[in-house]
């Protein structure tokens, strides 16, 4: 018979499991609507509004949290507005931007070698040194989203022929492992909703002048329901309740399982973008997400 610490242990992982699911759902279904709002609201202002919305949900809670803990914000100004910078300005303008030229599919695939970017991008700088199995995971994974940007084709990639969309999201997946890395580095002792309180307060300001233009250049987007709705979703569940649900799962289960299920937001979006936008999922997407798939499981094998 099992144990009850065993028991536990289990009721641990799987509701780590169904934390890390909602996660990467809100994520996937942000790159599908990313996508199918494009013609309704422009990327800057769906960015813009995004981070504000969000803002408003978390304030009521995040704020007494920042207050609390304003001697750290203070000593580490600084270093707060380039993360937000990194995370809050860029990565979502980017990749919303992107939509304009290519797929959600395409969006969610590239996403998806965000681990071994930022593996890369630590080894790089951080000197981090990790065994060749574990190099070989993550360049394995790096080629899988390599096959996607150029459509599995050898001819794109000696004549660098690339989707301009699929490269804004590359650049994008930089800014996040960026990010990442500089958020390793710095090791900030700051309670996590305080943090993304707080952040969400720093990297407003950097959106609202390209927001600024936008409108100035296209107009303000129509006030109706469904716009409304997607912007409330979007402020809610990709940017709050998914972060702390992961989290959460993290604490329960540890990194490396959790980096896993990011490789469900592929499969997610490709998908629901399939029911909803019509899109098609093509020989090369399979080839490079099983590529990717393949590299991170090699990855997060003990060594």
């Given at each position: 018979?099992?144990?009850k610490?065993?028991?536990?242990?289990e009721?641990e992982?799987?509701?780590?499991y169904?934390?890390?699911?909602i996660?990467?759902?809100?994520?996937?279904?942000n790159?599908?609507?990313?996508?199918g709002?494009?013609?309704?609201?422009k990327?800057?202002s769906?960015s813009?509004?995004?981070?504000?919305?969000?803002?408003c949900?978390i304030?009521?809670?995040?704020?007494?949290?920042v207050?609390e803990?304003?001697?750290?914000?203070?000593?580490?100004w600084?270093?707060?507005?380039?993360?937000?910078?990194?995370?809050?300005?860029l990565?979502?303008s980017?990749l919303y931007?992107?939509?304009?030229?290519?797929?959600?599919?395409?969006?969610?695939?590239v996403i998806a070698?965000t681990?071994?970017?930022?593996?890369?991008?630590?080894?790089?700088f951080?000197?981090?040194?990790e065994?060749i199995?574990?190099?070989?995971?993550?360049?394995?994974?790096?080629?899988?989203?390599?096959?996607?940007?150029?459509k599995?084709?050898?001819?794109?990639?000696?004549?660098?022929?690339?989707?301009?969309?699929?490269?804004?999201?590359?650049?994008?997946v930089?800014?996040?492992?960026?990010?990442?890395?500089?958020?390793?580095?710095?090791?900030?002792n700051i309670?996590?909703?305080a943090?993304?309180t707080?952040t969400?307060i720093?990297?407003?300001?950097f959106?609202?002048p390209?927001y600024?233009?936008?409108?100035?250049?296209?107009?303000?987007f129509?006030?109706n329901t469904?716009?409304?709705s997607?912007i409330?979703?979007?402020?809610?569940?990709?940017?709050?309740?998914?972060y702390?649900?992961?989290?959460?799962?993290?604490?329960?289960v540890?990194?490396?399982?959790?980096?896993?299920?990011?490789?469900?937001?592929?499969?997610?979006?490709?998908?629901?973008a399939?029911?909803?936008?019509?899109e098609?999922?093509y020989?090369?997407?399979?080839?490079?997400?099983?590529?990717?798939?393949a590299?991170?499981i090699?990855?997060?094998?003990r060594?």
């Amino acid at each position: 018979m099992k144990s009850k610490i065993e028991i536990k242990g289990e009721k641990e992982d799987f509701s780590a499991y169904i934390l890390f699911t909602i996660a990467v759902l809100s994520w996937a279904l942000n790159t599908v609507l990313a996508k199918g709002m494009i013609n309704e609201i422009k990327p800057i202002s769906l960015s813009f509004f995004r981070w504000f919305t969000a803002l408003c949900f978390i304030l009521p809670f995040g704020l007494r949290r920042v207050i609390e803990q304003k001697e750290i914000i203070k000593a580490n100004w600084l270093k707060i507005v380039i993360l937000s910078i990194f995370s809050i300005s860029l990565y979502n303008s980017l990749l919303y931007y992107s939509a304009q030229f290519t797929t959600a599919t395409n969006i969610s695939f590239v996403i998806a070698s965000t681990p071994a970017i930022t593996f890369i991008l630590s080894w790089i700088f951080l000197r981090q040194q990790e065994s060749i199995l574990k190099v070989i995971g993550m360049l394995i994974s790096l080629i899988g989203m390599l096959f996607i940007v150029f459509k599995g084709s050898l001819s794109n990639l000696f004549s660098l022929v690339v989707n301009i969309g699929d490269l804004i999201v590359f650049i994008a997946v930089v800014s996040w492992s960026i990010y990442s890395v500089l958020f390793k580095y710095i090791k900030l002792n700051i309670d996590p909703v305080a943090f993304l309180t707080i952040t969400i307060i720093a990297g407003l300001p950097f959106i609202l002048p390209f927001y600024i233009w936008e409108v100035s250049v296209y107009g303000l987007f129509a006030i109706n329901t469904t716009n409304i709705s997607i912007i409330l979703f979007l402020g809610l569940f990709p940017s709050i309740i998914s972060y702390l649900c992961w989290n959460e799962g993290v604490k329960r289960v540890g990194p490396n399982m959790a980096s896993i299920f990011l490789y469900l937001i592929p499969v997610f979006a490709s998908v629901i973008a399939f029911i909803y936008l019509g899109e098609r999922l093509y020989f090369y997407h399979i080839a490079g997400g099983v590529l990717i798939a393949a590299g991170l499981i090699l990855y997060c094998r003990r060594d």
